[in-house]
């Protein structure tokens, strides 16, 4: 029986480096979450909060019609933007709204939300209706679509999004699903997966080999940018067991059909 699959979003924030190049943010999961002692990057399963007509009100720039053409579905793909901003504030403390939103420079009145809406105290669309937000969804851009192999008890449908943040941006894991945090080189990211030090799994390394090939965070957002809309085609890795050992497959090598 095939397990049912969950929509979700994955957020790859992006800031300049001081000595040039560009960083990402990487968090560790904890052994309790899924994907546990893996790391990843900030991201979760849609909430129906998520698809909610008075948050899509609060994305500033971009209506639901557009953010569905662009992922090449019918409807509330917009949701999916308002996933990777709130599992952002949740899980790491960036708030990616407009900073003409008072709430932005008060970092201690959003260390207190974010504490509230963690301990489900309130909600996202709370926050977001409450102090007004204008949420930067043109700030963020789908890079990828990876889908979890059929073997896998949970399976997840996820979006992976680029997000642009400033180079003096500041984030921290919390404490709970996630154990640590930090910004490193996508190069740096490699190395330390090769040397054993990072374990990742297949979709996170994919996704930072890709971003290993721009020079700055802006190349790497206008590429997938300009990709248009529906331009980025689902990856479903697929498994069978040979000799007792699983052998994976992803799509376009030879023997994929085949599984």
Sequence with gaps: MTSPIKPAATVILMREAREGDFEIFMVKRSSRSPFGSLYVFPGGKLDPEDYEYDIYQCCEGMEDAEASKRLGIENNGLAFWVACIRECFEEVGVLLANSENSI????????????????NDITFKDLCVLESLSLKVKNIVPCAHWITPTIEPKRFDTRFFLAKVDAEQLASHDGFELTESFWIKPSKALNKLKNGEMNMILPTIKNIEKLAEFSSSTEAFSYFNDLGDNAISPILPKFIKRDGKWVGFLPGEEGYENV
């Design 104 to 119: 932005i420079q008060d970092a201690e009145k959003l260390s207190k939300l974010r504490k509230k809406l963690n301990k």
